[in-house]
């Protein structure tokens, strides 16, 4: 698990990159508000559109080459983007970074997968790996442009192409007799699967609307600086560690279903404290508690989906941690109007009353190892 835990957080570093990088769009480049949810828009739809064919391919081929050069191809992609000196450049090259991270999911779930075995435990560690990419980009790349400006974002071409190299040389190290055992035995469930995909956009929504959103909060609405605004974006980001980890060990002692249910119903508290603080600095702590409780259920719907389609682990993932994931950002624009109008925190409100759906979507849900109408019909 350590390579494809490492793997993971390289690969979700530059989706970690973009909202970090989006208030310097805006605040250098003068991007406005709707300009800034089309850059998240991109990288979603480099990201999301790709996931289930290339899941499908994960399942009939091994495809070694495609985990590292998804690798490589996102760190390219998002390193470039602040050297090029127009919006469209910008956006395609936020795009090609996002199929890069849609090339790297679907294989290296299926192989995660095969290295965790049944645990919950185990598996939020590849999925924490993925949480801890998202933490280090904020945390990295904020003081990078402060220091360097937008441009700065090309000292983070280094890392993917490393990475990819060392995903590539264990490639070669694994036998292949071993990748054909990712397949196994088992009822898929596409029903209960679907409901779960639903649980997951809503999800996504609100994740990738509070990393788009929660820095221009604290520097637009709360007076703080651009330094500020992106320790604000890392400590949500880094409560969503601590979240997913913290998922995991629920799972395996409470039941994958309740945890998931726990951890949305935890969200609407979360954002109203977050919101109701009128302090830059008391705030801070809310920041994190948010990024917490919407992450605990993260590691736990990528096993859970897995668990729905046993015979199909690579489009699981692919599903649950890439396209359904990325699927959010799709709605960015329409939160890009509403901050357009009202201000970032006029976004975050309309945020903080989505957990709402996912609360009802997630009733439906079922424990695999549980008989339930779903199975009854398959």
């Known amino acids: 698990m350590r390579v ?14 973009v909202p970090a990088a989006v208030p310097y769009f805006v605040l250098q480049r003068d991007f406005g508000y709707v300009q ?35 690798i ?10 602040g050297l090029v000196p127009s919006y469209p450049l910008v956006f395609a090259l936020l795009l090609t970074a996002g199929i890069g991270i849609a090339m790297f999911h679907p294989p290296a779930g299926r192989d995660a997968r095969r290295a965790a075995g049944g645990s919950a435990t185990a598996m ?70 679907a409901t779960l995909t639903a649980v997951e956009v809503v999800r996504s929504t609100i994740s990738t609307g509070l990393n788009t959103f929660i820095s221009l909060y604290w520097i637009r609405h709360l007076g703080a600086s651009s330094g500020l605004g992106g320790l604000a974006l890392t400590l949500e980001l880094g409560g969503g560690v601590l ?25 609407l508290p979360a954002l109203a404290l977050m919101l109701l603080c009128a302090d830059k600095y008391a705030a801070l702590p809310l920041a994190l508690l948010v990024g917490l409780v919407s992450n605990i259920p993260f590691a736990v719907l990528v096993k859970l989906g897995q668990d729905y389609l046993p015979s199909r682990p690579g489009t699981a993932a692919g599903v649950t ?10 709605f960015m624009p329409v939160l890009g109007l509403v901050a357009t109008d009202y201000g970032p925190r006029g976004a ?23 008989p339930g109408p779903d199975s009854a019909r398959m």
């Open 4 to 17: 494809w835990a490492g793997a993971h957080a390289v690969d979700d570093f530059y989706q970690g990159l």
């Open 36 to 70: 800034a949810s089309g850059l998240a828009l991109a990288a979603t739809l480099g990201s999301a559109l790709p996931q289930v064919p290339i899941g499908l391919l994960a399942d009939r081929y091994r495809m070694r080459w495609m985990s590292p050069l998804g």
């Open 72 to 81: 490589g191809l996102a760190g390219t992609g998002a390193g470039l983007s």
């Open 124 to 193: 939020s560690y590849f999925a924490a790996g993925g949480s801890v990419g998202f933490f280090a980009g904020p945390a990295l790349v904020t003081p990078a442009l402060d220091a360097f400006g937008i441009g700065a974002t090309a000292l983070f071409i280094p890392p993917a192409v490393l990475m990819g190299f060392i995903l590539l040389r264990h490639h070669r190290r694994t036998s292949g007799a071993a990748a054909e055992k990712v397949r196994r035995e088992g009822v898929d469930r596409p029903r209960l699967f």
């Open 243 to 267: 979240g997913t980890l913290l998922g995991g060990r629920l799972a395996d002692r409470i039941g994958m279903v309740r945890t998931v249910q726990i951890g949305n119903a935890a969200m």
């Open 321 to 330: 941690l890439g396209l359904a994931l990325s699927a959010g950002g799709l």
């Open 348 to 370: 975050l409100m309309v945020l903080a009353a989505v957990p709402v759906v996912a609360i009802l979507l997630s009733m439906a849900l079922r424990e695999p190892d549980r």
